[in-house]
């Protein structure tokens, strides 16, 4: 069983930036890819930003393009999700999650059915 845990969330103004950190225990984390979804209230759950299990390959939704970015450090079992450029419309809370299988897929999924582990969330919220 994978744990993982956000932080890093917080109040910003229009135009700010923050840094989500997700932690993962376990040690099988290198093998995994992972992803940042969000979820504001009343809308669906949406993919962010997934990375593959080696950093190689990274996508982004359409609406976060050039302004958030996706890393991961494996020899500290984290990934980042650095956003900046920060809109009203991104008030979420962000989840991480991992795809235990990650390392079998050429590219990282973007739909939440194929993440196997999920964090708490944690609250991103941008003020106008």
């Known amino acids: 069983q994978v744990q993982l845990v956000e932080s890093g969330g917080g109040l910003v103004q229009t135009g700010g930036s923050l840094r989500l950190s997700c932690a993962a225990s376990?040690?099988?984390?290198?093998?995994?890819?992972m992803a940042w979804f969000r979820q504001a209230p009343g809308r669906e759950r949406e993919m962010v930003a997934a990375?593959?299990?080696?950093?190689?390959?990274?996508h982004y939704a359409d609406s976060v393009k050039g302004r958030f970015t996706i890393s991961r450090d494996n020899a500290k079992n984290t990934v980042y999700l650095q956003v900046n450029s920060l809109k009203p419309e991104d008030t979420a809370v962000y989840y991480c999650?991992?795809?235990?299988?990650?390392?079998?897929?050429?590219?990282?999924?973007?739909?939440?059915?194929?993440?196997?582990?999920w964090g708490q969330g944690t609250q991103v919220t941008v003020s106008s």
């Open positions: 999650a991992a795809d235990k299988f990650g390392d079998l897929r050429i590219a990282p999924m973007t739909t939440s059915t194929a993440y196997d582990y």
């Open positions: 376990g040690r099988t984390f290198s093998s995994y890819a």
């Open positions: 990375i593959s299990w080696n950093g190689g390959k990274t």
